[in-house]
């Protein structure tokens, strides 16, 4: 057992952001600079709790801390296990690429980069370490207002527009959530995850249908965070106007619709759930490989660069759910490495589109040759493994993660289904980066070549992206003890009992309400 | 009482939705105000439908109305009202820089004609 320094360590992840932006809006509202090293220093404070917590976690107890000293299911209760850790740690890595690949320019495009990032990576931590189902929809909320802005961070009529449909269909989702949580407050009594996965089993038979109608709600929302098909089509239009880093930041926001529910449908409606059990088990799959299959003719249609990395990242979120949607115990250690993959490979996706997009010029990022671009080598190399590393292709993490996919799925009920459309749809995406690889570097427009200006050729923002990358290459080369780690964490969330245990909700004699006088 | 709690949510929930699937923004954001006006009274049904019943200790009850939808409400309240005024900002800067208040990518509605005076019409 590696013990915490304290046992207050676990709300680090949510304190530390919501301080460190507080700072920086009062004390440094118009130093850049010192924003920037308070930023960066903050973001580092975080990988190292990160780091500390997982190496906490790694014993495999559940340690739970009751917020305020009330017990649960009274107060709310924050759960560290070695899910919640892996991805904090996530969270944790991708914040500080974005940060810093920020530091070279995008914060200077608009106001207050630097709070919301810390916002959105405390809203992030905090939907992950919770162990309530409502305080889950407050963090939603909190990580959703901070994209909001950040999203909208340079301003411009085309990130107005699409950033008034997110906001709407994300204000619709949350109307969703709060009823779902109202119909399972009103059937069980309790909002508390562990304190839910007890009583979900015993509810009256009158209540089931209610019960599965909340649940199937709930699934619904997490599906739209999760751009499931067909709730996906936000997505693209989204994480095309955001700007790049903001859009790798983005790729955490997909995973927390995975995360909750790949939490909510184990632990809560999962084997144990009585009437309810597995309730989510038969949608999930079929909108997943729909989801594949539409992402990648996205990828195959997409005109540029920008939209080819928002298709990809539906395809993978497809493959994802592909793998959770199994709800066992092979298909969920698949999905998370899937997930660490998809969320890597995605961020440097997105880093280096932005990159390209910038020495561009003109183009931007549109798919059509140029003339020939400085240090174009570069970027076509970065470009090349970036669509490998996406794609699924040998040697880079894609590959493990599609190989440990269809390992997985081989014994589920649909293999042959399974195994044809990622198959098929791994083919059209390897296809469409092919394309857009050789258009944008190997053909060359007549004219000039673009001359490489002195003060865009800052060195940070290429060496982030390589970071990244190198982060998926890490992945491959380490699969052996990644998927070791990974197997035990999806033994953990499967042992629902230790959990519950773990968190050990106080019983109370009777529920207060009582119907009608 | 059940019954005209669960019409009065129903009712708010259709026309909510009606309007958020209207073409333009204001319409829509109308209809998100709605939509929480429906969400928040449901949370408040949630914990049942009492009378006279205290929500905390007290000696002579002999049972209690449930004391968490009030807070779990008022959570949900603050969180759409910022939600909303964001919204509504958008909303003002999106018609301001474009000149058009459609959210569906159609064309710009037609400017009015220029409507001749009362009175002064030929």
């Given at each position: 057992m590696t013990p915490l320094p304290f046992t207050g360590l676990i709300v680090m992840p949510i304190v530390l952001p919501a301080l460190t932006a507080a700072v920086l809006v009062l004390?440094?509202?118009?130093?850049l600079d010192l924003q920037r090293i308070v930023s960066v220093g903050a973001a580092a404070l975080l990988l190292a709790v990160a780091i500390a917590l997982y190496a906490s976690a790694r014993d495999g107890d559940v340690q739970p801390y009751a917020l305020g000293n009330w017990p649960a299911p009274f107060g709310i209760t924050l759960v560290l296990d070695r899910l919640s850790a892996t991805m904090v740690l996530l969270t944790a890595l991708v914040g500080l690429a974005v940060t810093l690949y920020a530091i070279?320019?995008?914060?200077?495009?608009?106001?207050?980069f630097h709070p919301l990032l810390q916002f959105q990576l405390m809203g992030l931590s905090g939907a992950f370490l919770t162990g309530d189902v409502f305080n889950l929809f407050v963090f939603f909320e909190v990580m959703l207002i901070a994209s909001y802005a950040l999203m909208l961070h340079g301003g411009g009529a085309r990130r107005l527009k699409a950033g008034l449909t997110y906001v709407a269909i994300n204000l619709i989702g949350s109307t969703l959530f709060l009823f779902a949580v109202g119909v399972i407050y009103a059937v069980?009594?309790?909002?508390?995850m562990a304190d839910l996965a007890a009583k979900v089993a015993t509810v009256a038979p009158a209540d089931e249908a209610l019960l599965r109608t909340g649940a199937l709600l709930l699934l619904l929302v997490f599906a739209l965070k999760a751009a499931?098909?067909?709730?996906?089509?936000?997505l693209p239009g989204a994480y095309a106007a955001a700007p790049g880093p903001v859009a790798a930041m983005f790729m955490l926001m997909t995973k927390v619709g995975a995360y909750a529910i790949l939490r909510v449908y184990t632990?809560?409606?999962?084997?144990?759930?009585?009437?309810?059990?597995?309730?989510a088990s038969p949608w999930v799959v079929p909108a997943a490989l729909l989801t594949l299959a539409l992402g990648a003719a996205g990828v195959l249609a997409s005109r540029s660069l920008t939209a080819l990395a928002c298709f990809s990242v539906v395809w993978s979120m497809g493959s994802l759910l592909t793998a959770f949607g199994l709800f066992d115990f092979g298909g969920i250690a698949a999905g998370l490495y899937y997930l660490l993959h998809s969320t890597l490979a995605g961020a440097a996706l997105f880093l280096l589109v932005d990159l390209v997009a910038g020495v561009r010029d003109?183009?931007?990022?549109?798919i059509v040759p140029t003339p020939a671009l400085p240090q174009g080598a570069l970027f076509a190399g970065l470009f090349f493994v970036a669509g490998i590393a996406v794609a699924g292709?040998?040697?880079?993490?894609g590959f493990v993660g599609k190989l440990l996919l269809l390992d997985a799925t081989g014994?589920?009920?649909?293999a042959a289904v399974i195994w044809t459309v990622v198959l098929a749809t791994s083919l059209a995406v390897i296809l469409g980066f092919a394309r857009a690889g050789s258009t944008l570097f190997w053909k060359t427009a007549p004219g000039p070549a673009v001359p490489a200006r002195p003060g865009r050729a800052a060195m940070l923002p290429t060496v982030v992206c390589i970071a990244v990358l190198g982060a998926t290459a890490l992945l491959a080369a380490f699969a052996g003890p990644v998927t070791a780690e990974l197997d035990a964490t999806a033994r953990q969330l499967l042992d629902t009992a230790a959990y519950r245990r773990a968190v050990a909700p106080v019983q109370s004699a009777a529920m207060p309400s009582g119907g009608t006088p | 009482m059940e019954l005209l709690v669960a019409a009065g949510i129903g009712l708010l929930t259709a026309v909510g939705l009606y309007l958020v699937l209207r073409p333009h923004s204001f319409t829509m954001i109308v209809g998100t105000v709605f939509l929480s006006y429906a969400v928040n009274l449901f949370l408040f049904a949630m914990g049942r439908l009492t009378l006279d019943r205290p929500p905390l200790v007290d000696a002579g009850a002999t049972s209690y109305a449930d004391p968490l939808p009030q807070a779990l409400v008022l959570t949900a309240i603050v969180i759409s009202f910022g939600m909303t005024a964001l919204a509504v900002v958008l909303a003002l800067r999106g018609f301001l820089e474009t000149g058009s208040d459609r959210?569906?990518?159609?064309?710009?509605?037609?400017?009015p004609a220029p409507t001749d005076r009362a009175g002064e019409a030929p």
């Open positions: 004390a440094f509202r118009y130093r070279t320019g995008w914060d200077r495009r608009g106001r207050h069980t009594g309790t909002l508390n499931l098909v067909p709730l996906h089509w936000w632990l809560v409606f999962g084997v144990d759930a009585g009437a309810v059990a597995n309730v003109g183009a931007a990022d549109r292709l040998p040697p880079l993490s014994s589920a009920p649909g | 959210v569906d990518g159609g064309r710009p509605d037609p400017e």
